[in-house]
C-alpha cells in the first residue's frame, strides 16, 4: 500500500481542527458575553439568586477538591504500573522501536491528568454560566416569552460549544505535541499509528472526573429534591418553589451542579473518549487512508460545533408558538448542515490511491445512520416520557388508586423502554458495520476490513451534534432556575406563566438529551471495546477471541452485570441517607419556627445546603473507587490463571450490556414518573392536593434519583471501564 507522509495538507487538517475549535470558545465567550449583559431584573430576584449561586459555588469549590486528590492517587498508581509492572515492550521492524517504561509512564500519566483537568473545566464552565443565565432568563420573561427563551438557551450553548471545544482541542492537541516528539527509531507512519494508543489516558481522565461530577452531582440534587417535595408537598402542603421551604435554595442549587457540572463533564467525556476510540479504529485503516482516516473524528467534531453555532442561532419563538418546536428547529437546522459536511468529509479524506472509487459512499451511509440514531433516540425518549403518550398517561391513570399501582405502573414502563433502544442499537451497529465490511477495503489475505471503522463513523454521525444537544440540556436546569426565582421572588402570575411553559420544555429536553447520551454511549461503548480487542492484538501480535462458554470468562461476565447493579444500589442508597437527613431537618424547622409557614420568619436555607454538600460529598467515593478498582482486580486476578485479557475483555462487554439496559430503564422510569405527576398537576383526576396527585408526587420521588442520580452516572461508568481497560489493558497480558 501506497505510504503516506503527515505532509502540509494533512498538517493543515490538524490545524484546520484546533482552529475551529478556538473559534467555538470563542463563540461561547461572545454568547456568554451577550447573556451577562442582560437586565437581572428586580432586588427581590437577585438576593435568590445570589443564594443559588454562592451555595452552587461552595459545593463544587469542595467537590474539586475531593475529586483532585483522587486524581493525583490514580495518577500515581497509573505511573507506577506503567513504570514498574507493565511487560516490556520488544518493538519490531513493522511496528517501530520499543519505548522505555518511563516514557510510557510519563505520557500515560500525562494524558490522563490533562484529560481530568479539561473534564473539570468543562463541567465548571457549565455551572457559572448556568447560575448566572437564571436570573437574567427570570428578568427577560418579564419582557415575552422569546428573550426568556433565547437566554436561556444561549446560555446552556456556552456551556455546549464550550464543552465541545475543549474535548477537540484536548485530542487534538496532544496528537499535534506527541507528533512534535517523535523519537528515534521510528519513520513517521509508525509514530502517527502509534499516537492514538498513546493518548488513551486522556479518555480515563475526562471519564474518572465525570463519574465523580455526575455521580456527587446526582446525589446533591435528589437528595434536596426529594427532601423539598415529601415535606412541602406532601407534608404542609406548600406549592413547588415556594420561599417557606427550607430545602428550595438546597434544591434550586442542585439543578446547576447535577444537570450542568455533571453532564457537562459526562457530554465532554464522551466526544473525548469516542474521538480516542475512533482514531484507534482509523490505525487499522491507515494503509488506505492514512492519517486523514486517524484525524477524520476530530474534523467530524469541528464541523458539528460549527453546525451547533448556527443551530442555537436561528432559535425563536412567537408568543403563541410551543417552545419546543423553536428548539426542535434549531435542533434540525444542525442535523441538516452535519449531513452535508459529512457527505463532503467522506468524499475528500476517506479516499486514497489504493482505496476503492466507491468506499467513500459506504462510510457517509454510515454516518447518516449515526445521524438518524440520534433522531430515533430522541422520539423514543419523548414517546415514553411525554404525557402526550400512552406510558405516561397509563401512570397517571393508576395513581387513582393509590402510590402502590403508581410505582407498578411506573416500573412497568421504565422496562417496556428498553425495547425499542435496544433494537435501534442493533440496527445501528449491524448496517453500519456490513457497509463498512462492503466498502471493498481488504486486508493481504483478502479479507474484508472496514467494518469496525464503519461504527466508529456512525458513532462520530451521532456525535456531530453534541453542542447542540448539550445546549438543550443545561436549558433545562437554567428554566427551573429562573421559574424557582419567579416563585420565590413573587412575582405575578402572568410571568410565572412564561416560566412554567418553559420549565416544562426544558423536563423535556433534559430527558431527551439523557436518550440521546445512553443511545452514544451504546454506540461509543461497542466502538471502544473494539479498540480494547484492537490495543490487545497490537500489544501480543494475536487476536483475542473472547469465548463465554470458558467458565472463567463466563464469571468475569457475571461479575461485570453485577458491578451495575451494585453501582446502582449504592448511588440510590446515597441518595436515600441525604434525603432522609433533610427531611428530618426542614420538619425541624417547621416545628421550631412556626413562624415559617405564617411567612413572619426566614427559614434557615444555608443549613439545608450544608447538610447535602456534605452528604453528597462522603457519598460519591465509594461508588466512584469501585468502578475504578473492581475491573482492575478481576484482570489481575483472572491473569493468574493466563486468562486476564479475555476475562476483562467479557466483564467490559456485558456489563456494557447489564448498563446500557439500566440506565434506559431508570432514565424513562424517572421522566415518565416526574411527568405524570405534571399532567396530572394540570386538573386531571383531581388535579394538585388531590388523593390521585398524593400518589403521583411519591411515584415522582421514587423516580428522582432513577432519572437523575443512578441513570445518568450509568452512562458514564460504561464509559470508564471501557476507557479503564483501554489504559491497562497491557497490565492484564
Same mark, same amino acid.
Given at each position: 500500500?501506497?505510504?503516506?507522509?503527515?505532509?502540509?495538507?494533512?498538517?493543515?487538517?490538524?490545524?484546520?481542527?484546533?482552529?475551529?475549535?478556538?473559534?467555538?470558545?470563542?463563540?461561547? @465567550?461572545?454568547?456568554?458575553?451577550?447573556?451577562?449583559?442582560?437586565?437581572?431584573?428586580?432586588?427581590?430576584?437577585?438576593?435568590?439568586?445570589?443564594?443559588?449561586?454562592?451555595?452552587?459555588?461552595?459545593?463544587?469549590?469542595?467537590?474539586?477538591?475531593?475529586?483532585?486528590?483522587?486524581?493525583?492517587?490514580?495518577?500515581?498508581?497509573?505511573?507506577?504500573?506503567?513504570?514498574?509492572?507493565?511487560?516490556?515492550?520488544?518493538?519490531?521492524?513493522?511496528?517501530?522501536?520499543?519505548l522505555s517504561a518511563g516514557t510510557l509512564a510519563l505520557y500515560t500519566t500525562g494524558a490522563f491528568l490533562?484529560?481530568?483537568?479539561?473534564?473539570?473545566?468543562?463541567?465548571?464552565?457549565?455551572?457559572?454560566?448556568?447560575?448566572?443565565?437564571?436570573?437574567?432568563?427570570?428578568?427577560?420573561?418579564?419582557?415575552?416569552?422569546?428573550?426568556?427563551?433565547?437566554?436561556?438557551?444561549?446560555?446552556?450553548?456556552?456551556?455546549?460549544?464550550?464543552?465541545?471545544?475543549?474535548?477537540?482541542?484536548?485530542?487534538?492537541?496532544?496528537?499535534?505535541?506527541?507528533?512534535?516528539?517523535?523519537?528515534?527509531?521510528?519513520?513517521?507512519?509508525?509514530?502517527?499509528?502509534?499516537?492514538?494508543?498513546?493518548?488513551?489516558?486522556?479518555?480515563?481522565?475526562?471519564?474518572?472526573?465525570? @463519574?465523580?461530577?455526575?455521580?456527587?452531582?446526582?446525589?446533591?440534587?435528589?437528595?434536596?429534591?426529594?427532601?423539598?417535595?415529601?415535606?412541602?408537598?406532601?407534608?404542609?402542603?406548600?406549592?413547588?418553589?415556594?420561599?417557606?421551604?427550607?430545602?428550595?435554595?438546597?434544591?434550586?442549587?442542585?439543578?446547576?451542579?447535577?444537570?450542568?457540572?455533571?453532564r457537562g463533564a459526562d457530554l465532554f467525556e464522551s466526544t473525548a473518549a469516542e474521538n480516542i476510540g475512533?482514531? $484507534?479504529?482509523?490505525?487499522?485503516?491507515?494503509?488506505?487512508?492514512?492519517?486523514?482516516?486517524?484525524?477524520?473524528?476530530?474534523?467530524?467534531?469541528?464541523?458539528? @460545533?460549527?453546525?451547533?453555532?448556527?443551530?442555537?442561532?436561528?432559535?425563536?419563538?412567537?408568543?403563541?408558538?410551543?417552545?419546543?418546536?423553536?428548539?426542535?428547529?434549531?435542533?434540525?437546522?444542525?442535523?441538516?448542515?452535519?449531513?452535508?459536511?459529512?457527505?463532503?468529509?467522506?468524499?475528500?479524506?476517506?479516499?486514497?490511491?489504493?482505496?476503492?472509487?466507491?468506499?467513500?459512499?459506504?462510510?457517509?451511509?454510515?454516518?447518516?445512520?449515526?445521524?438518524?440514531?440520534?433522531?430515533?433516540?430522541?422520539?423514543?425518549?419523548?414517546?415514553?416520557?411525554?404525557?402526550?403518550?400512552?406510558?405516561?398517561?397509563?401512570?397517571?391513570?393508576?395513581?387513582?388508586?393509590?402510590?402502590?399501582?403508581?410505582?407498578?405502573?411506573?416500573?412497568?414502563?421504565?422496562?417496556?423502554?428498553?425495547?425499542?433502544?435496544?433494537?435501534?442499537?442493533?440496527?445501528? $451497529?449491524?448496517?453500519?458495520?456490513?457497509?463498512?465490511?462492503?466498502?471493498?477495503?481488504?486486508?493481504?489475505?483478502?479479507?474484508?476490513?472496514?467494518?469496525?471503522?464503519?461504527?466508529?463513523?456512525?458513532?462520530?454521525?451521532?456525535?456531530?451534534?453534541?453542542?447542540?444537544?448539550?445546549?438543550?440540556?443545561?436549558?433545562?436546569?437554567?428554566?427551573?432556575?429562573?421559574?424557582?426565582?419567579?416563585?420565590?421572588?413573587?412575582?405575578?402570575?402572568?410571568?410565572?406563566?412564561?416560566?412554567?411553559?418553559?420549565?416544562?420544555?426544558?423536563?423535556?429536553?433534559?430527558?431527551?438529551?439523557?436518550?440521546?447520551?445512553?443511545?452514544?454511549?451504546?454506540?461509543?461503548?461497542? @466502538?471502544?471495546?473494539?479498540?480494547?480487542?484492537?490495543?490487545?492484538?497490537?500489544?501480543?501480535?494475536?487476536?483475542?477471541?473472547?469465548?463465554?462458554?470458558?467458565?472463567?470468562?463466563?464469571?468475569?461476565?457475571?461479575?461485570?452485570?453485577?458491578?451495575?447493579?451494585?453501582?446502582?444500589?449504592?448511588?440510590?442508597?446515597?441518595?436515600?441517607?441525604?434525603?432522609?437527613?433533610?427531611?428530618?431537618?426542614?420538619?425541624?424547622?417547621?416545628?421550631?419556627?412556626?413562624?415559617?409557614?405564617?411567612?413572619?420568619?426566614?427559614?434557615?436555607?444555608?443549613?439545608?445546603?450544608?447538610?447535602?454538600?456534605?452528604?453528597?460529598?462522603?457519598?460519591?467515593?465509594?461508588?466512584?473507587?469501585?468502578?475504578?478498582?473492581?475491573?482492575?482486580?478481576?484482570?489481575?486476578?483472572?491473569?493468574?490463571?493466563?486468562?486476564?485479557?479475555?476475562?476483562?475483555?467479557?466483564?467490559?462487554?456485558?456489563?456494557?450490556?447489564?448498563?446500557?439496559?439500566?440506565?434506559?430503564?431508570?432514565?424513562?422510569?424517572?421522566?415518565?414518573?416526574?411527568?405524570?405527576?405534571?399532567?396530572?398537576?394540570?386538573?386531571?383526576?383531581?388535579?394538585?392536593?388531590?388523593?390521585?396527585?398524593?400518589?403521583?408526587?411519591?411515584?415522582?420521588?421514587?423516580?428522582?434519583?432513577?432519572?437523575?442520580?443512578?441513570?445518568?452516572?450509568?452512562?458514564?461508568?460504561?464509559?470508564?471501564?471501557?476507557?479503564?481497560?483501554?489504559?491497562?489493558?497491557?497490565?492484564?497480558?
Open positions: 500500500p501506497a505510504r503516506f507522509r503527515m505532509d502540509s495538507s494533512q498538517s493543515s487538517l490538524l490545524w484546520i481542527i484546533l482552529g475551529v475549535s478556538a473559534a467555538g470558545l470563542v463563540s461561547a @465567550l461572545l454568547l456568554s458575553r451577550w447573556v451577562l449583559a442582560l437586565d437581572r431584573g428586580t432586588a427581590a430576584m437577585q438576593r435568590i439568586s445570589n443564594a443559588i449561586q454562592e451555595g452552587a459555588e461552595a459545593y463544587l469549590a469542595r467537590q474539586y477538591k475531593t475529586i483532585a486528590l483522587l486524581s493525583v492517587v490514580v495518577a500515581a498508581l497509573i505511573y507506577v504500573g506503567y513504570a514498574f509492572f507493565r511487560p516490556p515492550e520488544t518493538g519490531s521492524a513493522e511496528a517501530g522501536a520499543a490533562l484529560g481530568a483537568l479539561c473534564s473539570g473545566i468543562a463541567g465548571y464552565m457549565g455551572m457559572w454560566v448556568s447560575i448566572r443565565t437564571n436570573i437574567r432568563t427570570a428578568a427577560a420573561a418579564t419582557h415575552s416569552l422569546n428573550a426568556a427563551l433565547q437566554a436561556a438557551l444561549r446560555g446552556g450553548a456556552v456551556s455546549g460549544l464550550f464543552t465541545v471545544a475543549m474535548s477537540l482541542i484536548g485530542v487534538a492537541g496532544m496528537f499535534g505535541l506527541l507528533q512534535v516528539l517523535q523519537p528515534a527509531g521510528y519513520t513517521e507512519d509508525q509514530w502517527m499509528r502509534r499516537i492514538p494508543f498513546l493518548i488513551v489516558g486522556f479518555g480515563f481522565g475526562a471519564s474518572f472526573v465525570a @463519574l465523580f461530577a455526575q455521580l456527587g452531582g446526582g446525589i446533591y440534587t435528589k437528595a434536596a429534591d426529594v427532601g423539598a417535595d415529601l415535606v412541602g408537598k406532601v407534608e404542609a402542603g406548600i406549592p413547588e418553589d415556594d420561599p417557606r421551604n427550607p430545602a428550595v435554595i438546597a434544591d434550586l442549587v442542585g439543578d446547576n451542579v447535577g444537570d450542568c457540572a455533571g475512533a482514531m $484507534i479504529l482509523g490505525v487499522l485503516l491507515f494503509p488506505f487512508f492514512g492519517v486523514k482516516g486517524v484525524l477524520f473524528p476530530l474534523v467530524v467534531g469541528a464541523v458539528g @460545533l460549527i453546525a451547533s453555532i448556527v443551530g442555537v442561532f436561528v432559535v425563536r419563538t412567537s408568543g403563541d408558538e410551543d417552545p419546543m418546536k423553536a428548539l426542535n428547529r434549531g435542533f434540525y437546522v444542525t442535523s441538516a448542515i452535519v449531513a452535508v459536511a459529512l457527505y463532503f468529509l467522506c468524499r475528500t479524506l476517506l479516499t486514497g490511491p489504493t482505496v476503492p472509487p466507491d468506499a467513500w459512499w459506504h462510510y457517509f451511509a454510515c454516518a447518516m445512520i449515526g445521524l438518524a440514531t440520534a433522531f430515533a433516540f430522541v422520539y423514543i425518549t419523548q414517546y415514553y416520557t411525554e404525557y402526550r403518550y400512552r406510558p405516561v398517561l397509563s401512570i397517571a391513570d393508576a395513581s387513582q388508586t393509590g402510590p402502590a399501582t403508581n410505582i407498578i405502573a411506573g416500573l412497568a414502563v421504565g422496562m417496556e423502554s428498553t425495547v425499542l433502544p435496544v433494537i435501534t442499537v442493533a440496527v445501528a $451497529i449491524v448496517s453500519s458495520y456490513y457497509l463498512g465490511q462492503s466498502s471493498g477495503l481488504t486486508n493481504a489475505a483478502g479479507q474484508p476490513i472496514g467494518g469496525l471503522f464503519g461504527t466508529a463513523v456512525a458513532t462520530m454521525g451521532m456525535l456531530g451534534t453534541a453542542g447542540y444537544i448539550l445546549a438543550m440540556d443545561v436549558f433545562g436546569p437554567i428554566t427551573d432556575n429562573a421559574g424557582g426565582i419567579v416563585e420565590m421572588s413573587e412575582q405575578p402570575e402572568s410571568i410565572r406563566e412564561k416560566t412554567d411553559r418553559l420549565d416544562a420544555v426544558g423536563n423535556t429536553t433534559k430527558a431527551l438529551t439523557k436518550g440521546y447520551a445512553i443511545g452514544s454511549a451504546s454506540l461509543a461503548a461497542f @466502538l471502544l471495546f473494539s479498540a480494547y480487542l484492537d490495543e490487545v492484538h497490537v500489544l501480543t501480535g494475536t487476536d483475542l477471541e473472547v469465548n463465554l462458554a470458558k467458565p472463567q470468562v463466563f464469571v468475569a461476565g457475571l461479575l461485570g452485570a453485577m458491578l451495575v447493579f451494585w453501582f446502582s444500589a449504592l448511588a440510590m442508597t446515597a441518595v436515600r441517607k441525604a434525603a432522609q437527613s433533610v427531611i428530618t431537618e426542614v420538619r425541624r424547622q417547621f416545628r421550631e419556627m412556626p413562624g415559617i409557614m405564617q411567612g413572619t420568619q426566614q427559614p434557615d436555607y444555608g443549613r439545608c445546603v450544608d447538610i447535602v454538600t456534605v452528604g453528597a460529598l462522603k457519598a460519591m467515593v465509594v461508588p466512584g473507587a469501585l468502578v475504578v478498582f473492581f475491573p482492575i482486580l478481576v484482570g489481575l486476578i483472572f491473569k493468574q490463571v493466563n486468562i486476564g485479557a479475555e476475562a476483562v475483555a467479557a466483564f467490559l462487554m456485558v456489563a456494557t450490556i447489564a448498563g446500557i439496559l439500566m440506565a434506559v430503564f431508570l432514565n424513562n422510569g424517572g421522566g415518565a414518573w416526574d411527568n405524570a405527576k405534571k399532567y396530572i398537576e394540570t386538573g386531571h383526576y383531581g388535579g394538585k392536593r388531590s388523593e390521585a396527585h398524593k400518589a403521583a408526587v411519591v411515584g415522582d420521588t421514587v423516580g428522582d434519583p432513577f432519572k437523575d442520580t443512578a441513570g445518568p452516572s450509568l452512562h458514564v461508568l460504561i464509559k470508564l471501564l471501557a476507557t479503564i481497560t483501554l489504559v491497562l489493558a497491557p497490565l492484564f497480558i
